[in-house]
């Protein structure tokens, strides 16, 4: 399987930061034939992007999408419109959950909107800190993982990338909190387990799981190197070059690419 690093620039960067960064990533970068390297630039600059990236070397995703095809849904794009720009479109990021207030029923609806138009969803998934406190991480987990997969049909189901990012670990939001990689673990093996109680051992193993929350170049090996392991979902650091840049070259060491 492959390890997937995405970097989520969320609402940073105007078009032309995003181009100069993109420009410098496919210099230095090269092809690698088991990294998938992503970024997830603002929506205005995917067109200019999608123009400019060489798509061996690094893919584009958008980092959110409205399950409707076409009509009147003011401020909303949808996977009709943005299917030739990009590879992947993020979908229930916690920032989109908590902030923006979408359902359950909005996420699956749109990780089913993604496959239909032929995107890979990057489904997010993470309790919050009261969750955590209270004992609540596991259900709320499986909720999340198997609601947002409920419409998913089991043809579809290894075009779907699920990522593990605990909302308390989330760069940002004013706490510094950090996930210890033991209990990434942890939630790794529930993970792993729900679906392979829900969609059996092959399925289930086809699925990558993907780690997120104040992931830095000083933190990446100790997630990269869990066995379940299959890549990271970079917020905060994607934005420094350099910091990106070595995650990668991290990566390249660990997987030996
Ligand atoms: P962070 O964000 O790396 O800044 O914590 C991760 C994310 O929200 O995807």
């Given at each position: 399987?492959?390890?997937y690093?995405?970097?989520?620039?969320?609402?940073?960067?105007?078009?032309?930061?995003?181009?100069?960064?993109?420009?410098?990533?496919?210099?230095?970068?090269?092809?690698?034939?088991?990294i998938?390297?992503?970024?997830?630039?603002?929506?205005?600059?995917?067109?200019?992007?999608?123009l400019?990236?060489?798509?061996?070397?690094?893919?584009?995703?958008?980092q959110?999408?409205?399950?409707?095809?076409?009509?009147?849904y003011?401020?909303?794009?949808?996977?009709a419109?943005?299917?030739?720009?990009?590879?992947?479109?993020?979908?229930?990021?916690?920032?989109?959950?908590?902030?923006?207030?979408?359902?359950?029923?909005?996420?699956?609806?749109?990780?089913?909107?993604?496959?239909?138009?032929?995107?890979?969803?990057?489904?997010c998934?993470?309790e919050?800190?009261?969750?955590?406190?209270?004992?609540?991480?596991?259900?709320v987990?499986?909720?999340?993982?198997?609601?947002?997969?409920?419409?998913?049909?089991?043809?579809?189901?290894?075009?779907?990338?699920?990522?593990?990012?605990?909302?308390?670990?989330?760069?940002?939001?004013?706490?510094?909190?950090?996930?210890?990689?033991?209990?990434?673990?942890?939630?790794?093996v529930?993970?792993?387990?729900?679906?392979?109680?829900?969609?059996g051992p092959?399925?289930?193993?086809?699925?990558?799981?993907?780690?997120?929350g104040?992931?830095?170049?000083?933190?990446?090996?100790?997630?990269?190197?869990?066995?379940?392991?299959?890549?990271?979902l970079?917020?905060?650091?994607?934005?420094?070059?350099?910091?990106?840049?070595?995650?990668?070259?991290?990566?390249?060491?660990?997987?030996?690419?």
């Amino acid at each position: 399987m492959k390890t997937y690093i995405i970097g989520n620039w969320k609402m940073n960067f105007t078009v032309g930061e995003s181009s100069l960064y993109l420009h410098k990533l496919l210099t230095k970068l090269h092809f690698y034939r088991d990294i998938e390297v992503i970024v997830a630039p603002s929506a205005l600059a995917l067109q200019p992007l999608s123009l400019q990236t060489n798509r061996r070397k690094i893919k584009l995703a958008a980092q959110n999408i409205f399950y409707r095809d076409y009509g009147p849904y003011t401020g909303e794009f949808s996977v009709a419109q943005v299917r030739s720009l990009v590879d992947y479109v993020i979908v229930g990021h916690s920032e989109r959950r908590h902030i923006f207030h979408e359902s359950d029923k909005d996420i699956k609806l749109k990780v089913a909107a993604a496959l239909r138009g032929g995107l890979t969803p990057i489904l997010c998934i993470g309790e919050t800190e009261s969750e955590r406190t209270f004992g609540e991480t596991a259900d709320v987990l499986k909720d999340q993982l198997l609601g947002g997969l409920a419409d998913v049909s089991r043809e579809e189901l290894s075009k779907v990338i699920v990522a593990y990012e605990p909302v308390w670990a989330i760069s940002g939001h004013g706490s510094s909190a950090v996930a210890s990689p033991l209990d990434v673990a942890d939630v790794f093996v529930l993970l792993r387990k729900t679906l392979k109680e829900t969609y059996g051992p092959k399925l289930s193993a086809e699925i990558p799981l993907l780690f997120g929350g104040s992931v830095k170049s000083l933190n990446a090996e100790s997630y990269l190197s869990l066995a379940d392991c299959n890549g990271l979902l970079i917020g905060g650091a994607s934005l420094i070059f350099s910091e990106f840049n070595d995650i990668i070259e991290i990566t390249k060491q660990i997987k030996n690419d």
